[in-house]
């Protein structure tokens, strides 16, 4: 088992910044994926950004510019820089790891409001 917990979330203006991190624990042997979503009132979870191997990433169109996905493999975590945050970044905010043999896991999430 795998136990992801999330922090960083929390009420900011909108051109704030915020950082997130997610700090993988248990029985890890090796990660081959890590990543964050996130979910809007009434909206379907949606990816945000995710890094594979050594620093592949990839980022959702909306982010682009604005967030930076990083990961610490020594301390298997991964961390979420938001910056010039918007209203409409206003979600709950996951992390997912999966690790060798495919097993996929998800955090409880972590609230980020952004106000106008």
């Known amino acids: 088992q795998v136990q992801l917990v999330e922090s960083g979330g929390g009420l900011v203006q909108a051109g704030g910044s915020l950082r997130l991190s997610c700090a993988a624990s248990?029985?890890?042997?090796?990660?081959?994926?890590m990543g964050w979503y996130r979910q809007a009132p009434g909206k379907e979870r949606e990816l945000v950004a995710t890094?594979?191997?050594?620093?592949?990433?990839n980022y959702a169109d909306s982010v682009k510019g604005r967030f930076t996905i990083s990961r610490d493999n020594a301390k298997n975590m991964v961390y979420l820089q938001m910056n010039s945050l918007k209203p409409e970044d206003t979600a709950v905010y996951y992390c997912r790891v999966v690790v060798r043999g495919g097993y996929d896991y998800w955090g409880q999430g972590t609230q980020v409001t952004v106000s106008s």
């Open positions: 890094i594979r191997g050594g620093d592949i990433t």
């Open positions: 248990g029985s890890i042997f090796s990660i081959n994926f």
